[in-house]
């Protein structure tokens, strides 16, 4: 498989995986009854990291990667994408899973899912960028 390819196959399965957190898995955070939610926010923590992580790193080494064979502008953009999104998780949804261990309110489920709208534009916009790159 080339990097292209693969910068593809990794940006669609982000794109995939982060729609259905988007529209199914954060909205029914707010189901979640308080007795049950601690439990359920770790678990929730634990399982995606397992699932998301690797994807995301693996889609920040190939997308620099094409930067580094060729630095033109869409796998610049291509970059910023996936490197944008890393960053944002870290330093923005980390902190917003961590408060919402302690007390998962409907007003702090209702941020999440608003602002849960920046990674699925972002990793929405790569897959367009991966396909142009083809």
């Not at 940006?11 to 955070?29: D, E, M, R, S």
Request: with cysteine; hydrophobic share 60%.
């Amino acid at each position: 498989m080339d990097w292209q390819t693969a910068n593809l196959v990794l940006a669609a399965a982000l794109a995939g995986l982060i729609w259905t957190i988007q529209v199914v898995h954060y909205p029914l955070f707010a189901l979640v009854g308080a007795a049950e939610w601690t439990r359920y926010g770790d678990e929730h923590r634990r399982r995606i990291t397992w699932l998301a992580a690797p994807l995301m790193l693996a889609s920040v080494g190939v997308a620099l990667v094409l930067v580094v064979q060729d630095g033109d502008g869409l796998r610049v953009l291509n970059a910023g994408l996936s490197v944008g999104v890393f960053v944002l998780t870290g330093a923005v949804f980390a902190p917003m899973h961590g408060r919402l261990e302690h007390v998962a309110s409907t007003q702090a489920i209702h941020a999440l899912v608003r602002a849960n709208w920046l990674r699925t534009i972002a990793w929405t916009a790569q897959v367009a960028c991966a396909v142009a790159l083809l």
